[in-house]
Antibody
Framework: QVQLVQSGAEVKKPGSSVKVSCKTSGDTLRTYTFSWVRQAPGQGLEWMGRINPLLSMTNYTQNFQGRITITADKSTNTVYMELRSLRFDDTAVYYC??????????WGQGTLVTVSS | DIVMTQSPDSLAVSLGERATINCKSSQSVLYSSNNKNYLAWYQQKPGQPPKLLIYWASTRESGVPYRFSGSGSGTDFTLTISSLQAEDVAIYYCQQYYFLPLTFGGGTKVEIK
């Protein structure tokens, strides 16, 4: 059974950074691309970026260029998303998801990141 | 960027009645090489991640009830719940997963009338 298990909730100050992890089951990092999506309170879904660990390729949306880095550690089957220079409006639930041409059937449980002074 | 526009923003439907949600993309998401529309529908309930319902615009994900169906091609798509059940109360999102940046519709909230 495919599982994506994310790290726990974080509270961060404005201007700091957060790094959220997403541990996958099995050896899926060599086969799939993983995306990060965030959802601000009461808002919709916003794609942030993705990584293909096998090809070491990343893509980011313009909204986060320069502030986001997505990495993968194939030895631990874990994908990471780091967001820097946090602002109050970065408060959101952050999800990892395993991409597929048949849609995204596998998602992490979500990690709440709260930016507060 | 491809903009995904959903309508309505919310709708209230009686139990057992039909619910119809529309999604329009600003560019075609039909990939001519395989004649597939890279359009998915997700259901999200409070406190949960999105759940895949439909991919390739009309293919039901394994385990999804038959009352959920998707249709459309190119730029215009529809998600239909043929007979609304209480457990279908949720927010529904369309997503194009062909062009970067990948984009979602704004969501449609479905409630019981």
């Amino acid at each position: 059974q495919v599982q994506l298990v994310q790290s726990g909730a974080e509270v961060k100050k404005p201007g700091s950074s957060v790094k959220v992890s997403c541990k996958t089951s099995g050896d899926t990092l060599r086969t799939y691309t993983f995306s990060w999506v965030r959802q601000a309170p009461g808002q919709g879904l916003e794609w942030m970026g993705r990584i293909n660990p096998l090809l070491s390729m990343t893509n980011y949306t313009q909204n986060f260029q320069g502030r986001i880095t997505i990495t993968a550690d194939k030895s631990t089957n874990t994908v990471y998303m780091e967001l820097r220079s946090l602002r109050f409006d970065d408060t959101a639930v952050y999800y990892c998801a395993r991409e597929g041409v048949w849609g995204w059937a596998h998602w992490g449980q979500g990690t709440l990141v709260t930016v507060s002074s | 960027d491809i903009v995904m526009t959903q309508s309505p923003d919310s709708l209230a439907v009686s139990l057992g009645e039909r619910a119809t949600i529309n999604c329009k993309s600003s560019q075609s998401v039909l990939y001519s090489s395989n004649n597939k529309n890279y359009l998915a529908w997700y259901q999200q309930k409070p406190g949960q991640p999105p759940k895949l319902l439909i991919y390739w615009a009309s293919t039901r994900e394994s385990g999804v009830p038959y009352r959920f169906s998707g249709s459309g091609s190119g730029t215009d798509f529809t998600l239909t719940i043929s007979s609304l059940q209480a457990e279908d109360v949720a927010i529904y999102y369309c997503q194009q997963y062909y062009f970067l940046p990948l984009t979602f519709g704004g969501g449609t909230k479905v409630e019981i009338k």
